[in-house]
């Protein structure tokens, strides 16, 4: 396995997710009045992050959106979300004319952009993001600090890699892994959602749970913000689990503070995506509420934190 933060030739699969297609003459107004993107303004053969909130504006899913045309989108999200989050959005459709499909036979991979402009040396991202080569497979060029392509195939793909390092690549992108257990936990901005790409719109108008989601923004509501945390050393503990509880050190011993929302472990190190308070300083120390001996630092953010 490759070493931690040297992604230049990342080709792995990504078994953990899955694509819904999305489709129908009212598809762009139905996900307009959804979404925490503005769906209308996202051009064709172009992709966002895109959240999905409850009306308390916690995310009750999060995927990134590829709009094809305005009658035809994917969904591409963590595989745990399913059926879940389709049903959230069932709910919200009766009226409209729009379908919900999980593409069941597409593998998904993930490249890094060197890697893949290595082996498709005809492919020209200059205009758009989202490049169909044939029936077979979707070429989607993710810009983030580190980026990325994902490719939708119907066929096998080789790879020279694992999905725990595309995981890794997103941690580094400060780009929240969520599951099923993380959700209707937060507010967008807890999970810093609003320093990634397009993915909230403050000026398109209502969505479900928007009224919150303003108030985090022009009011304050919001107090949290997610940190990336490693382990200062080569260790042998146990991977934690995702809503275990974190400790900060003080002069005068520990405080249990934040919670624990992804974790991996590559190269005998452990990453964290963790939810904290947002005046966190940068050279604060923790520590496993169950595994003291391992102490973590904050990994930086390609990004500020704002509001």
Not at 79 to 101: D, E, G, M
Not at 172 to 201: H, K
Not at 229 to 234: A, G, I, P, T
Request: glycine residues 4%; aromatic residues 10%; negative net charge.
């Amino acid at each position: 396995m490759r070493e931690c933060g040297k992604f230049s030739q990342l080709a792995c699969a990504l078994p953990d997710y899955v694509v819904v297609l999305v489709e129908g003459s009212d598809a762009t107004k139905f996900l307009q009045g959804q979404l925490t993107c503005d769906v209308i303004k996202l051009a064709d053969k172009c992709s966002t992050l895109a959240a999905h909130c409850d009306p308390k504006g916690k995310v009750n899913s999060l995927f990134r959106l590829v709009k094809f045309n305005p009658e035809q989108f994917w969904l591409i999200l963590e595989r745990s979300f399913l059926p879940s989050a389709i049903n959230f959005l069932k709910k919200y459709a009766v009226f409209s004319k729009v379908t919900f499909t999980p593409l069941e036979q597409k593998y998904l991979y993930a490249f890094s952009l060197h890697r893949f402009t290595e082996i498709a040396t005809e492919i020209d991202f200059s205009v758009n993001s989202v490049i169909s080569l044939s029936s077979e497979q979707v070429t989607i060029k993710v810009d983030q600090a580190n980026p990325y392509v994902l490719v939708v195939s119907n066929h096998l793909v080789d790879v020279n890699g694992e999905q725990v390092e595309w995981q890794l690549l997103a941690m580094q992108n400060g780009q929240p892994l969520l599951t099923l257990d993380n959700q209707a936990e937060f507010l967008p901005q807890a999970i810093n959602l609003q320093c990634l790409e397009a993915t909230i719109s403050f000026s398109k108008g209502c969505y479900i749970g928007q009224e919150m989601v303003a108030r985090a923004k022009y009011r304050g509501a919001n107090k949290r913000a997610m940190f990336t945390l490693v382990s200062e050393q080569n260790t042998g503990l146990a991977l934690p689990k995702i809503g275990d509880g974190i400790e900060l050190k003080l002069e005068t011993g520990w405080r249990k503070t934040g919670v624990i929302i992804s974790s991996i472990q590559i190269e005998e190190r452990v990453w964290l995506q963790v939810v904290l308070n947002q005046d966190i300083e940068s050279e604060a120390i923790f520590r496993l509420s169950e595994q003291e001996e391992a102490k973590f630092i904050i990994a930086p953010l390609p990004y500020l934190i704002t509001e």
